[in-house]
């Protein structure tokens, strides 16, 4: 068995713990008062934070492409001598 499935199996045996000695009955409000287990609101919980988690770290990442760089003497109309044009030089002089 790898570490990871048996740290799953230990967190969801504790999970079921914690929640099971959770099981009175107590006033929650929400908008309104209401008789529920503790149960009930620890799951709702753990399931919206759950649900929260695995929407934001599951978002789509864009497909990144290469960038490629062109030599400054590749480029139409340019020398290698400083990387100005004829046009650039004449428009100096």
Do not use: D, F
């Given at each position: 068995m790898n570490i990871k499935i048996a740290l799953i199996v230990v967190?969801?045996?504790l999970l079921t713990v914690v929640m099971m000695n959770n099981t009175?009955?107590?006033n929650f409000w929400f908008f309104g008062s209401y008789l529920t287990s503790k149960l009930n609101?620890?799951?709702f919980t753990f399931a919206t934070g759950f649900i929260v988690g695995a929407?934001?770290?599951w978002t789509k990442r864009q497909k990144r492409t290469p960038v490629t760089i062109t030599e400054p003497a590749a480029i139409e109309g340019q020398t290698t001598e400083g990387g100005l044009s004829q046009e650039d030089r004449d428009y100096i002089n």
């Open positions: 967190l969801t045996v009175e009955t107590v609101i620890i799951a929407l934001v770290g």
